[in-house]
T-cell receptor
Framework: SQQGEEDPQALSIQEGENATMNCSYK?????LQWYRQNSGRGLVHLIL?????REKHSGRLRVTLDTSKKSSSLLITASRAADTASYFCATPSRRGTSYGKLTFGQGTILTVHP | NAGVTQTPKFQVLKTGQSMTLQCAQD?????MSWYRQDPGMGLRLIHYSVGAGITDQGEVPNGYNVSRSTTEDFPLRLLSAAPSQTSVYFC??????????????FGPGTRLTVL
């Protein structure tokens, strides 16, 4: 099963509203990453939050991490139609002394209506 | 920098045919990986490599082979294509940092249909 699970599976909002997506994971992590995928394209990295951080900002993006609950949230403020995309959380898996695998959740499909 | 490039963009195969999906990166990344993306399944890791000559299996390795003879290239081979391998395939690369996995850079994808 997936390490990261996003919630909700789909989200539809109006331009200017905020969008919040959640991610839960199962094992301990060193960091958690969020990616965006526009339709038919490859994934683009948005933000990485380390396990010793609780909150991180990047432009209109705000990511929180609660390691005690094994969960993270991505908030997009003042959404725009161009934010319409799928959003994925991803967590690294440990193998030996290096972290070679990144496991993705199933994603949240965000639709922002003009 | 071209980043991560994948060829071909589209491919149609018949059941039983073999082919190689190409992936190359010019960022001197040690880590490279292949994912497949199916509707409702998210991305699933097929194989990955932490450096030239080193490869390992991901979640769904059956039916696929990889090798890593150079830092730049990480081809994915389908040995005998099956309809279940119809999917969009993404290659990704990153630096490998001790203790964590860094930002992944993705290619544009190869859309494969097996008839």
């Amino acid at each position: 099963s997936q390490q990261g699970e996003e919630d909700p599976q789909a989200l539809s909002i109006q331009e200017g509203e905020n969008a919040t997506m959640n991610c839960s994971y199962k094992t301990s992590i060193n960091n958690l990453q969020w990616y965006r995928q526009n339709s038919g394209r490859g994934l683009v990295h948005l933000i990485l939050i380390r396990s010793n951080e609780r909150e991180k900002h990047s432009g209109r993006l705000r990511v929180t991490l609660d390691t005690s609950k094994k969960s993270s949230s991505l908030l997009i403020t003042a959404s725009r139609a161009a934010d319409t995309a799928s959003y994925f959380c991803a967590t690294p898996s440990r193998r030996g002394t290096s972290y070679g695998k990144l496991t993705f959740g199933q994603g949240t499909i965000l639709t922002v209506h003009p | 920098n071209a980043g991560v490039t994948q060829t071909p963009k589209f491919q149609v195969l018949k059941t039983g045919q073999s082919m190689t999906l190409q992936c190359a990166q010019d960022m001197n990344h040690e880590y490279m990986s292949w994912y497949r993306q199916d509707p409702g399944m998210g991305l699933r890791l097929i194989h990955y490599s932490v450096g030239a000559g080193i490869t390992d299996q991901g979640e769904v390795p059956n039916g696929y082979n990889v090798s890593r003879s150079t830092t730049e290239d990480f081809p994915l081979r389908l040995l005998s294509a099956a309809p279940s391998q119809t999917s969009v395939y993404f290659c990704a690369s990153s630096y490998v940092l001790t203790g964590t996995t860094d930002t992944q850079y993705f290619g544009p994808g190869t859309r494969l249909t097996v008839l």
